[in-house]
């Protein structure tokens, strides 16, 4: 090669040198040890020209101390210094933005030139790197947003390599497993020992499967951290494969579910505890004797309890969605859409009674309480049979009709007989004083003249014509006091009393009676009766007595309804075999010789006390005294039947004392 041609190649080698790095966009320079410009492209010139105007060339210094700030040229002069020492090293260096320039970076290399094993010059190499730096800028925050992406939505992410099992975590998967990235043993089996053992074999299984499968994979199970909480969990995976479709790496994520999972726990528990009170509802529904049922607005069935075969006779399947008004006997269908209605408005009627046709064609009475609910537009209703009570009120109704029929014809009947008593007694009266007046005269005529016989026969005759004469007018004592209660007023028994011991005065007086009265109360009744009523039982106690003087004790006590009375004396008594007999008409226990009397009194007495709506009775045993009790209603109505009383403000005194 010959020298020209040498020159000329190293001409030509350097012009395509320079024209090659002129082509790039990056500075290049080289500087001498004194720091002075040795080369440098295009790029260089102009670069340096935009920031200082000067165009600078080989030989030129490049600290400018007059262009230049200090700490600027203090950079360049440590780092040409650092390059000539030897060092080859890289620098970035940030500009931050200002006014219309934005921010930007730049990476600088120097490389020391030797020379026969010495630094001759630095090479130097200046790159724009502000995309780059924005891209890592931005790689950083996608990241970051990542990660918070991860920890708002309890996600973590991870990644196995499938060659070695090792396991990487992100931070939100330390968060989810509540561990240290150093208490990690970053592997597989490292990260089953955190799940639960009973899901373990599972998870693992999955796991293993997944390698084999195309798609992408999740389990749900429950991890076990360190504090031995329990957490849930939901990892959702794919497998990565190579070109020849070997699986390399699995990528995934853990989602904490715990929070989801509680709250399924919850409804879950809420389900069973609705159900199960469901359930309890149906077996109470059904197990109830009454029909329990849910019609909806339209009328139809939407739920019927099993009682409905035994009232209705049909099963509840044959009546769900079945018109209920459908099943009611047609006699009583108006009032039943009636009743309706008013639930409807929520009237909520109870005791509402229809009849039903039941399924082999009887009819069921029965008794409502229905409820309407706006909301749900639904009738619930308990439907009752009464059939029973139905036939017992219509055969209460006849007996009581019946009943009514024949106190009426009692009344009658012993009006009736009344009348001939007053009839009879009154009558007989007459030709009965003739009878004794004849006999009288009889007696006066033939004084003397008839022997100790016909004298007897006369005496018998006319003995017997007086007790003829009391017997009638007991008759016709009884037979005056009307079976109907008449003159009904307010009496006050005290007073009654003590008319009645003043007509009784001679009797007390001669007998010594002694007797007690406590304060009486007032009554509802006629006067003259109640005054007949003391003075038999007053009388009865004084005369049946035998060597004790009477003492007699009159006290009263008081019910809701009624007053009730004892008169009680020491005297002879009476055998409980005749405390029946002894109020009836006529009927004694004793001769006359003993106790005088015709046996009409207690008849009285109780006459009277029935009068006034009460009854009488006796107490006693023979040779122990006797207590004669009766009793008054505080409610009397007249006999005839009315509602009104007969003495209005004592009844409501009553009244009010009914609980
Ligand atoms: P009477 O006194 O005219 O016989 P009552 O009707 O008053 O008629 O009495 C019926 C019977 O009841 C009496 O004959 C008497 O045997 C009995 N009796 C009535 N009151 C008493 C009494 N306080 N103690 C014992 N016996 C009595």
Request: proline share 2%; charged share 25%.
């Given at each position: 090669?010959s020298?020209n041609t040498?020159?000329?190649n190293?001409?030509?080698l350097?012009a395509?040198?320079e024209?090659?790095?002129?082509?790039?966009?990056?500075l290049?320079w080289s500087v001498s040890?004194d720091l002075?410009l040795?080369?440098a492209?295009?790029a260089?010139i102009?670069?340096?020209?935009?920031?200082?105007?000067?165009?600078v060339?080989p030989?030129?210094?490049l600290?400018?101390?007059?262009?230049?700030q200090e700490d600027y040229?203090?950079?360049?002069?440590d780092?040409?210094h650092?390059a000539?020492k030897?060092?080859?090293f890289?620098?970035?260096?940030?500009?931050p933005?200002?006014?219309v320039?934005p921010?930007?970076?730049?990476?600088?290399s120097f490389?020391?030139i030797?020379?026969?094993?010495?630094?001759?010059?630095?090479?130097?190499?200046?790159?724009d790197?502000t995309?780059k730096?924005?891209?890592e800028?931005l790689l950083i925050?996608?990241?970051?947003?990542?990660?918070?992406a991860?920890?708002?939505a309890?996600?973590?992410?991870?990644?196995?390599?499938?060659s070695?099992?090792?396991v990487i975590w992100?931070?939100?998967?330390?968060?989810?497993?509540?561990v240290?990235?150093g208490q990690f043993?970053?592997s597989?089996p490292?990260?089953l020992e955190?799940?639960?053992?009973?899901?373990?074999?599972?998870?693992?299984?999955?796991?293993?499967d997944?390698?084999?499968?195309?798609?992408?994979n999740s389990?749900e199970?429950?991890?076990?951290?360190?504090?031995?909480?329990?957490?849930?969990v939901e990892?959702?995976?794919r497998i990565?494969?190579?070109?020849?479709?070997?699986?390399?790496?699995?990528i995934?994520?853990?989602?904490d579910?715990?929070e989801r999972?509680n709250?399924?726990?919850?409804?879950k528990m809420s389900a069973?505890?609705l159900?199960?009170?469901?359930?309890?509802?149906n077996k109470?529904?059904d197990?109830?004797l009454?029909?329990?049922?849910v019609?909806?607005v339209?009328?139809?069935?939407?739920k019927?309890?099993a009682?409905?075969?035994?009232?209705?006779g049909?099963?509840?399947?044959?009546?769900i969605?079945?018109l209920?008004?459908?099943?009611?006997y047609?006699?009583?269908?108006?009032k039943?859409?009636h009743?309706?209605?008013?639930v409807m408005?929520?009237?909520?009627t109870?005791n509402?009674t229809?009849?039903?046709v039941?399924?082999d064609?009887s009819?069921?009475h029965?008794?409502?309480?229905a409820?309407?609910d706006a909301e749900?537009?639904?009738?619930?209703g308990?439907?009752?049979?009464?059939t029973?009570?139905?036939?017992?009120?219509?055969?209460?109704?006849e007996?009581?009709?019946?009943?009514?029929r024949?106190?009426?014809?009692?009344l009658?009947s012993?009006e009736?007989?009344e009348?001939?008593?007053?009839v009879?007694?009154h009558?007989?009266q007459?030709p009965?004083r003739?009878?004794?007046?004849?006999l009288q005269l009889l007696?006066k005529?033939y004084?003397?003249?008839?022997d100790d016989t016909?004298?007897?026969?006369?005496?018998?005759?006319?003995?017997?014509a007086d007790?003829?004469?009391?017997?009638?007018?007991?008759?016709?004592?009884?037979?005056?006091?009307?079976?109907?209660?008449?003159n009904?007023?307010?009496?006050?028994l005290?007073?009654?009393?003590?008319?009645?011991l003043?007509t009784l005065?001679?009797?007390?007086?001669?007998?010594q009676?002694?007797?007690n009265v406590?304060f009486l109360p007032?009554?509802?009744g006629?006067?003259s009766q109640?005054?007949?009523?003391?003075q038999n039982?007053?009388?009865?106690?004084?005369?049946?007595?035998?060597d004790?003087?009477?003492?007699?004790?009159?006290t009263?006590s008081?019910?809701?309804?009624?007053w009730?009375?004892?008169?009680?004396d020491n005297?002879?008594?009476?055998?409980?075999k005749?405390?029946?007999?002894?109020f009836i008409?006529?009927?004694?226990?004793?001769?006359?010789k003993?106790y005088t009397g015709?046996?009409?009194g207690?008849?009285?007495?109780?006459k009277i006390a029935e009068l006034?709506?009460?009854?009488i009775w006796?107490?006693?045993?023979?040779g122990n005294g006797?207590k004669f009790?009766?009793?008054?209603?505080?409610?009397?109505t007249?006999?005839?039947?009315?509602a009104e009383?007969?003495c209005?403000a004592?009844?409501?005194?009553?009244?009010?004392q009914?609980p």
């Amino acid at each position: 090669m010959s020298g020209n041609t040498l020159q000329d190649n190293r001409v030509a080698l350097k012009a395509n040198y320079e024209a090659l790095i002129n082509s790039l966009d990056d500075l290049i320079w080289s500087v001498s040890n004194d720091l002075r410009l040795i080369t440098a492209n295009t790029a260089f010139i102009e670069g340096i020209k935009a920031l200082t105007g000067i165009t600078v060339k080989p030989g030129d210094n490049l600290l400018m101390r007059d262009i230049f700030q200090e700490d600027y040229l203090l950079f360049w002069e440590d780092a040409y210094h650092k390059a000539l020492k030897g060092d080859s090293f890289k620098k970035e260096i940030y500009t931050p933005a200002k006014s219309v320039r934005p921010k930007s970076w730049v990476e600088t290399s120097f490389n020391p030139i030797y020379e026969d094993g010495k630094i001759i010059a630095i090479a130097c190499y200046l790159r724009d790197i502000t995309e780059k730096k924005f891209k890592e800028e931005l790689l950083i925050k996608s990241e970051a947003r990542l990660a918070e992406a991860q920890a708002v939505a309890k996600v973590g992410s991870w990644e196995t390599d499938l060659s070695n099992y090792n396991v990487i975590w992100s931070a939100e998967t330390y968060r989810i497993f509540e561990v240290d990235p150093g208490q990690f043993k970053s592997s597989h089996p490292g990260f089953l020992e955190f799940v639960h053992p009973d899901d373990r074999a599972q998870v693992d299984k999955a796991f293993k499967d997944s390698l084999e499968s195309a798609f992408d994979n999740s389990i749900e199970h429950r991890i076990i951290l360190q504090s031995g909480n329990i957490k849930s969990v939901e990892e959702r995976w794919r497998i990565i494969r190579d070109d020849q479709k070997n699986p390399v790496r699995a990528i995934g994520t853990c989602q904490d579910i715990t929070e989801r999972k509680n709250a399924e726990e919850k409804i879950k528990m809420s389900a069973d505890a609705l159900l199960n009170t469901l359930n309890d509802l149906n077996k109470i529904m059904d197990s109830s004797l009454d029909v329990i049922c849910v019609v909806d607005v339209n009328g139809y069935f939407k739920k019927v309890s099993a009682a409905c075969e035994v009232v209705f006779g049909y099963k509840a399947e044959e009546l769900i969605g079945k018109l209920i008004f459908d099943f009611v006997y047609p006699e009583d269908r108006d009032k039943t859409m009636h009743s309706a209605e008013r639930v409807m408005i929520g009237d909520n009627t109870p005791n509402f009674t229809n009849r039903y046709v039941r399924k082999d064609g009887s009819l069921v009475h029965i008794e409502w309480s229905a409820r309407w609910d706006a909301e749900d537009k639904m009738r619930y209703g308990i439907a009752r049979d009464v059939t029973y009570r139905k036939l017992a009120e219509t055969q209460l109704t006849e007996l009581h009709e019946s009943i009514r029929r024949q106190s009426v014809k009692l009344l009658e009947s012993n009006e009736e007989l009344e009348r001939f008593a007053y009839v009879a007694s009154h009558d007989l009266q007459e030709p009965l004083r003739m009878v004794t007046s004849f006999l009288q005269l009889l007696q006066k005529k033939y004084d003397g003249q008839l022997d100790d016989t016909a004298q007897k026969y006369i005496n018998f005759a006319v003995d017997g014509a007086d007790r003829m004469k009391i017997l009638i007018l007991d008759l016709l004592e009884f037979s005056r006091i009307s079976s109907l209660a008449v003159n009904h007023t307010v009496i006050d028994l005290t007073g009654v009393i003590k008319k009645t011991l003043v007509t009784l005065k001679s009797v007390i007086d001669e007998s010594q009676a002694k007797i007690n009265v406590s304060f009486l109360p007032k009554v509802c009744g006629n006067e003259s009766q109640l005054l007949q009523l003391f003075q038999n039982l007053i009388s009865n106690a004084i005369k049946y007595r035998d060597d004790l003087a009477p003492e007699i004790e009159i006290t009263y006590s008081e019910t809701q309804g009624e007053w009730q009375f004892c008169i009680q004396d020491n005297g002879i008594g009476i055998d409980a075999k005749y405390y029946d007999k002894i109020f009836i008409i006529f009927q004694r226990l004793h001769n006359k010789k003993d106790y005088t009397g015709t046996g009409i009194g207690l008849a009285i007495c109780k006459k009277i006390a029935e009068l006034h709506g009460g009854r009488i009775w006796v107490e006693s045993s023979k040779g122990n005294g006797s207590k004669f009790y009766f009793t008054i209603s505080k409610l009397q109505t007249p006999a005839a039947g009315g509602a009104e009383m007969l003495c209005p403000a004592l009844a409501e005194n009553a009244i009010n004392q009914l609980p």
